[in-house]
């Protein structure tokens, strides 16, 4: 499988420029570490409104990717459903890969 947003994740976990985790998230969002945060599309939603809350409250980007809990986990190695990118550069190129993503997605709507 040639995922190219997983495949980027996994390199942001490796370059350790991602962080995952509820509690290691929403502490980066609040400490202004984190440049973006990406959840999964199967999280629970009592934590996707707390990360998201805290994301809006500090002015963090949060995206949603159509990936599941577990296809991100294998991606980085470490079973999560959120994740916090640290690198504006890694940051900045995940947006445009999602973003890209949910466009073409929507466009058969």
Partial sequence: MNDRILSFLGLCRRAGKLTPGN??????????ISKLVIVTSNISKNTEKKILLNCHRCNVKALKINRTTDELSYAIGK???????QDS???KKLSELIENENQEVNAYD
């Fill in 89 to 91: 550069g890694f940051a």
């Fill in 23 to 32: 509690d290691a998230v929403i502490d980066e969002v609040t400490k202004g």
């Fill in 79 to 85: 079973f999560s459903a959120v994740v916090s990118v």
